[in-house]
């Protein structure tokens, strides 16, 4: 299978570079970083603090963090062993394997440490970590260190994660951390069924804020398809909905597996030539061996030096580039939260401070309503979508049947008019109907699933408006403190899109993904059973209406996966949705209880410093966008074509 990759962009020049006057050295960096700590302080926000010294550690040790996610089988584990060049550092398997988040750095030894959640630290050895990980006793630990004599580990810190879909091991508290300390993101994909609704809204909730890590994904299980034809179609996809995602994003196709197997192979030759013997049919034999170089061919087959490249050399050879990157949006990250934190203690510190007590009441009330609408718009949904799924379903039934029974009639007619074609010709002329209907059917359920999550999200509004007039009749204070509403024309319109936009992206994979499976079934069914050129019409009959079935078999299959995907991912929007809200609702409300404990002195004080904090965030934001333009240029391109 020939694996075609997408170049990146190159970098700009430093002549394309904005002149500033401020040039990023170690007492710019340490001053950055003091007032950014002096007035997380004054927020309260300790964790914010914490983050902040991670930041400034990870920065200057010099080394590479490349945080790798995925679902669960998709083989992270595997492609870091392989491109690592070490096929037993991580457990590998069929099912879940990576328990605990672990970090992979350089060592003269390979061991592992593992570390439990009182800090206690436990070495290993390889054996003795894959083993304790795997098992029920690996609970206990929290987190694992592994080290391996590998050259580039001494300038890139690979960390492994637990599979996105694996709830028992899956921790997103944990999990979150690495994101934001992560310099660059590589997001494992399968091939077989790339970018699920789930693996979507972990993108959009966790990653597309992330615009200046380098973020790469890696369409992994290649060795699954069929035909390279299948393989161009599965990338083109995934591109065309990363663009959505996350426009300019990188997608390499890769298959650990071959990967691996190759990297095995090439170990086991020189074994094997040593039993070799001398003489003349030795010599013959490793000639032979050198001509056909199987583990090469499976190497290029994984498209393992692009993706080897890409993870490692590329990042070494850009390594200053990118840590400056991360640097710049960290702390621009923590400037924006302290100007939100400092924005909405200014507005409580205006709001009227009256009824607190009787407010604090009704939104206890008010948590027990929405939380009914909750369950109510969460049972509802699922009804509404099996009702689409069956109604799917029904239609594209309803449709093969017809076709099917139309095949003897086309058949006898591609016959007269063309005898020695109709087996060459019938798989194509059923890939055309098919996929025709597909597109023109899943279209109209596109559109159909798109109405009625406009509607949820609509719902959605009209509770939270509710709620919002029963805390506050005028509205003024709680409305300009609901999460990103501040600078929106109209309330909560984000809900709305928010909700729209599972349907939206997820249905995309009804309208080319699926119809991509159905016809390349059909195809490859109907290929097999027209092979014979001269065939009876009654065989050519029952193997088109074969291949009809298997394509409905497959349709059916991936629907209800995909279907699967959209109940999750509504149930998912609506929970964070209304638990989001509503805790932006009991803060604001806390917030203003703070106030109102202030003295009259107290709260003009800390008018006066809120006034002075934002002042200087202002001037601090500035000076980081001017180092920004200074160090980077442009922003960093995530490597569009």
């Given amino acids: 299978?020939?694996?075609?990759?997408?170049?990146?962009?190159?970098?700009?020049?430093?002549?394309?570079?904005?002149?500033?006057?401020?040039?990023?050295?170690?007492?710019?960096?340490?001053?950055?970083?003091?007032?950014?700590?002096?007035?997380?302080?004054?927020?309260?926000?300790?964790?914010?603090?914490?983050?902040?010294?991670?930041?400034?550690q990870a920065f200057k040790a010099g080394k590479l963090r490349v945080l790798v996610l995925g679902q669960f089988n998709h083989g992270k584990s595997?492609?870091?062993?392989?491109?690592?060049?070490?096929?037993?550092?991580?457990?590998?398997?069929?099912?879940?394997?990576?328990?605990?988040?672990?970090?992979?750095?350089?060592?003269p030894e390979a061991e592992a440490t593992l570390l439990d959640s009182l800090g206690r630290r436990k070495t290993v050895s390889l054996e003795e970590y894959q083993t304790i990980t795997t098992q029920p006793e690996g609970g206990k630990y929290k987190r694992a260190e592994v080290t391996a004599p590998v050259a580039v580990l001494k300038e890139i810190t690979f960390v492994d994660t637990p599979g996105l879909s694996d709830p028992d091991k899956y921790d997103l508290e944990a999990v979150g951390p690495e994101i934001n300390r992560a310099d660059v993101i590589v997001f494992v994909l399968s091939a077989v069924q790339p970018l699920t609704g789930e693996e979507q809204i972990f993108i959009q909730e966790k990653l597309t804020k992330k615009s200046q890590k380098r973020l790469l994904f890696?369409?992994?299980?290649?060795?699954?398809?069929?035909?390279?034809?299948?393989?161009?179609?599965?990338?083109?996809?995934?591109?065309?909905?990363?663009?959505?995602?996350?426009?300019?994003?990188?997608?390499?196709?890769?298959?650990?597996?071959?990967?691996?197997?190759?990297?095995?192979?090439?170990?086991?030759?020189?074994?094997?030539?040593?039993?070799?013997?001398?003489?003349?049919?030795?010599?013959?034999?490793?000639?032979?061996?050198?001509?056909v170089r199987p583990e090469e061919a499976l190497l290029a087959q994984a498209n393992y030096a692009a993706v080897k490249a890409a993870l490692t050399t590329d990042l070494v050879a850009e390594k200053e580039r990118i840590q400056e990157a991360t640097l710049m949006a960290g702390l621009e990250e923590a400037a924006d939260e302290l100007e939100e934190i400092f924005q909405e203690r200014q507005v409580a510190g205006q709001a009227e401070l009256l009824g607190l007590e009787e407010a604090r009441t009704r939104l206890d009330g008010e948590r027990g309503r929405l939380e009914a609408v909750r369950v109510r718009i969460q049972e509802r949904g699922m009804a509404e979508l099996e009702r689409m799924a069956t109604g799917f379903m029904s239609d594209v039934s309803a449709y093969t049947r017809r076709l099917s029974n139309a095949l003897p009639e086309q058949i006898e007619k591609a016959q007269q008019a063309t005898p020695n074609d109709?087996?060459?010709?019938?798989?194509?002329?059923?890939?055309?109907?098919?996929?025709?209907?597909m597109e023109a059917r899943s279209e109209q359920f596109k559109e159909e699933l798109q109405a009625y999550?406009?509607?949820?999200?609509?719902?959605?509004?009209?509770?939270?408006?509710?709620?919002?007039?029963?805390?506050?009749?005028?509205?003024?204070?709680?409305?300009?403190?609901?999460?990103?509403?501040?600078?929106?024309?109209?309330?909560?319109?984000?809900?709305?899109?928010?909700?729209?936009?599972?349907?939206?992206?997820?249905?995309?994979?009804?309208?080319?993904?699926?119809?991509?499976?159905l016809w390349l079934v059909a195809g490859e069914v109907v290929r097999q059973a027209g092979a014979m050129r001269n065939q009876e019409q009654a065989r050519l009959v029952e193997a088109g209406r074969k291949a009809l079935n298997q394509a409905l078999e497959?349709?059916?299959?991936?629907?209800?996966?995909?279907?699967?995907?959209?109940?999750?991912?509504?149930?998912?929007?609506?929970?964070?949705?209304?638990?989001?809200?509503?805790?932006?609702?009991?803060?604001?409300?806390?917030?203003?209880?703070?106030?109102?404990?202030?003295?009259?002195?107290?709260?003009?004080h800390e008018a006066v410093t809120t006034r002075l904090a934002l002042a200087d965030l202002v001037t601090l934001k500035t000076r980081l966008a001017n180092l920004k333009a200074q160090m980077l240029g442009p922003e960093i391109d995530l490597g569009s074509d």
């Fill in 78 to 107: 595997l492609a870091l062993n392989a491109l690592l060049g070490k096929l037993n550092l991580l457990p590998t398997g069929a099912t879940p394997t990576t328990a605990i988040i672990t970090e992979i750095n350089y060592g």
């Fill in 1 to 56: 299978m020939t694996v075609e990759t997408k170049e990146t962009k190159e970098y700009s020049t430093p002549e394309n570079q904005p002149e500033s006057s401020e040039q990023l050295d170690q007492q710019t960096l340490e001053q950055l970083f003091a007032e950014l700590k002096r007035l997380a302080i004054q927020a309260n926000a300790s964790e914010m603090t914490d983050r902040l010294g991670q930041s400034e």
């Fill in 422 to 437: 109709v087996s060459r010709n019938l798989p194509f002329y059923l890939e055309y109907v098919l996929k025709n209907y």
């Fill in 218 to 291: 890696l369409v992994n299980q290649i060795d699954r398809l069929n035909e390279e034809e299948q393989l161009a179609q599965v990338m083109e996809r995934v591109n065309s909905l990363l663009n959505t995602l996350l426009p300019g994003a990188v997608a390499l196709p890769f298959s650990a597996f071959e990967a691996a197997k190759g990297l095995r192979t090439r170990d086991e030759i020189p074994a094997a030539r040593k039993t070799k013997g001398t003489g003349k049919e030795a010599v013959r034999e490793i000639t032979k061996e050198k001509e």
């Fill in 453 to 517: 999550m406009q509607s949820v999200g609509e719902e959605i509004e009209r509770e939270f408006e509710q709620a919002v007039q029963t805390l506050d009749p005028n509205k003024a204070y709680f409305l300009s403190t609901l999460p990103r509403l501040r600078s929106k024309d109209t309330v909560y319109t984000w809900i709305a899109r928010g909700v729209t936009a599972v349907g939206a992206i997820t249905i995309f994979l009804f309208g080319s993904f699926i119809f991509g499976l």
């Fill in 554 to 604: 497959t349709v059916q299959k991936s629907l209800e996966e995909q279907f699967g995907d959209v109940k999750r991912s509504l149930g998912t929007e609506v929970a964070q949705i209304f638990a989001g809200n509503f805790a932006a609702l009991q803060n604001r409300l806390d917030e203003l209880e703070r106030q109102a404990k202030l003295s009259t002195d107290e709260r003009t």
